[in-house]
């Protein structure tokens, strides 16, 4: 095994500015109606208010934190809420035409921020720019300003909710001049799941039907975007849906090769499809081969399990900072449990060289980051054997055997059982 130290990426983060924060960022002329808006926003997460919060923004804690854990290299998500929304983006319904150009200042404000923001430490931080699906002559010219700005992250394609009846879904042609400009700056495609869900309403039950939804709707774009041939008429595109996990990728991938050679074929039992032609030249799943990554986050065993048929070039780790549901502060003993047994070249691709690759990360710098990291401390993420506090405090059974810590981020209840200082490992 390589003694080099690992470069650990972490390709699921979130970040984003305070309201007061990003008022500066906004257009001039927005500003009196970001105040107005401002003054009757009520925060619906006020436990999140403290250093929780400002870890969001705060260079100081945020390097201090990750650093702590080993990780050099930051991929940045959106997190706290733009101007003139109601939550955060990553969770957010399009906007109506009615809110359209107020949630466009509130993202070209955000987009700004985040220039600034990766500024600061551009070796450390990859950000993605945010667009918008109502107008795509306006999309465009966020595309070019994220391509500009030098946000290596890419771009957040919004996951189309089916109700969103003033939207064009992904699969319509119409997309296809974004497409170009993404793929012509050389920019990534991304997507996170929460998005794309249709509106439940409020309540206890449309709140357990949200969490169940979440992970089906999250999957649509991967698959509107193979079976509409974007690939093919955009050979250069690269696409990652990150904290999706990639269990569930081979099942799809089949699912969507059957439609493929369904309609290739004309018929589908006694559904006809004689005179269709679908616009891909090749299964949806060699398509998936090339151009689709899978931003696994913290992956359980289930999802390393089939990561020779996804390929192990296309999957990355992430620890979903700051969210609770990642694996910060528990990261080291995360990756312990997880990838202990996995071959040394294979667990490096995916706790970092296939982010660097894939978001363009100076490695020569990032190494000398996490030789310095490794001399202030333990962060090596290879030691085989886990502590046995951490082993029992997570013994529940799941359909993969015993829960790894990719499964407890998922599982509150198992989340909080190990408590184990980074002293201990």
């Not at 780790?317 to 294979?346: C, I, K, V």
């Amino acid at each position: 095994m390589s003694q080099e130290p690992y470069i650990l990426i972490t390709a699921d983060t979130h970040a984003g500015a305070s309201h007061a924060g990003y008022r500066e960022y906004l257009d001039p002329q927005w500003r009196e109606a970001f105040d107005d808006w401002r003054g009757g926003y009520k925060n619906p997460s006020q436990e999140h208010y403290g250093s929780k919060k400002m870890r969001n923004w705060d260079y100081g804690i945020r390097n201090k934190d990750q650093d702590s854990q080993g990780v050099v290299g930051e991929v940045a998500f959106p997190n706290t809420v733009p101007p003139f929304y109601r939550k955060s983006i990553v969770t957010a319904h399009p906007p109506k035409p009615e809110d359209y150009q107020r949630c466009q200042a509130g993202i070209r404000a955000h987009n700004r921020w985040l220039k600034d923001f990766c500024a600061e430490d551009p070796v450390r931080r990859a950000g993605i720019g945010l667009i918008l699906p109502n107008d795509f002559d306006e999309a465009i010219k966020d595309i070019e300003f994220i391509a500009k700005s030098g946000l290596r992250g890419g771009v957040l394609l919004p996951l189309i909710p089916p109700d969103a009846h003033w939207l064009k879904p992904l699969y319509h042609p119409a997309w296809d001049r974004v497409f170009a400009a993404i793929q012509d700056h050389g920019l990534v495609l991304n997507q996170h799941t929460g998005q794309g869900i249709p509106d439940y309403g409020e309540g206890v039950v449309p709140e357990s039907i949200w969490i169940q939804d979440v992970t089906f709707y999250g999957q649509a774009g991967f698959r509107h975007l193979l079976m509409a041939g974007v690939y093919e008429k955009f050979p250069k595109l690269k696409y990652i849906l990150t904290e999706s996990g990639c269990y569930w990728v081979p099942a799809i991938l089949k699912q969507c090769d059957r439609a493929y050679y369904a309609i290739k074929s004309g018929a589908l039992g006694e559904m006809n499809y004689k005179g269709m032609e679908m616009p891909l030249k090749e299964p949806p799943s060699e398509y998936a081969k090339r151009h689709c990554y899978y931003g696994a986050s913290f992956p359980s065993n289930a999802d390393l399990a089939g990561i020779d048929e996804i390929g192990e070039d296309h999957v990355l780790w992430g620890n979903d900072y700051p969210h609770y549901e990642g694996t910060f502060p528990y990261n080291l003993q995360s990756l312990r449990l997880t990838f202990g047994s996995m071959p040394d070249a294979r667990r490096r691709k995916i706790l970092g060289l296939n982010a660097a690759a894939l978001y363009n990360f100076d490695l020569e710098a990032l190494k000398a980051r996490a030789a310095k990291v490794r001399a202030s401390g333990d962060s090596s993420p290879a030691r085989r054997n886990p502590p046995r506090q951490c082993v029992l405090s997570l013994s529940r059974r799941s359909a993969g055997g015993v829960l790894s810590h990719g499964d407890a981020g998922r599982h509150r209840n198992c989340r909080y059982d190990d408590r184990l200082s980074r002293r201990r490992l």
